[in-house]
Nanobody
Framework: VQLQASGGGLVQAGGSLRLSCAASGRTSSLYAVGWFRQAPGKEREFVAAVNWWSGGSTSYSDSVKGRFTISKDNAKNTVYLQMNSLKPDDTAVYYC????????????WGQGTLVTVSS
């Protein structure tokens, strides 16, 4: 499975961006796709995830709940992260990743896209 993240950029605080994660290869094997981020000098952290099948249930970190929305388009093999009410603390490189079973870790990662939120 290969993942390609895109959509990052520079935005002012309070603004919005939409990230995309396009999957290719064995997409029928996907279990869940998640977004993670890593800010300068900090560890990578979980942002949001969506189940690829099974009704597409979602989960979010407390820091983005209510501001970010994860969604998917199975026909396009793409997962989106709509980010609203952005804050400078949201500045980070955002990565999408996938795991192939609920008991597995996120083993397949995209290349990352930089989001910069100015104050």
């Amino acid at each position: 499975v290969q993942l390609q993240a895109s959509g990052g950029g520079l935005v002012q605080a309070g603004g919005s961006l939409r990230l995309s994660c396009a999957a290719s290869g064995r997409t029928s094997s996907l279990y869940a796709v998640g977004w993670f981020r890593q800010a300068p000098g900090k560890e990578r952290e979980f942002v949001a995830a969506v189940n690829w099948w099974s009704g597409g249930s979602t989960s979010y970190s407390d820091s983005v709940k209510g501001r970010f929305t994860i969604s998917k388009d199975n026909a396009k093999n793409t997962v989106y992260l709509q980010m609203n009410s952005l804050k400078p603390d949201d500045t980070a490189v955002y990565y999408c990743a996938t795991r192939l079973a609920p008991t597995m870790t996120y083993d397949y990662w995209g290349q990352g896209t930089l989001v910069t939120v100015s104050s």
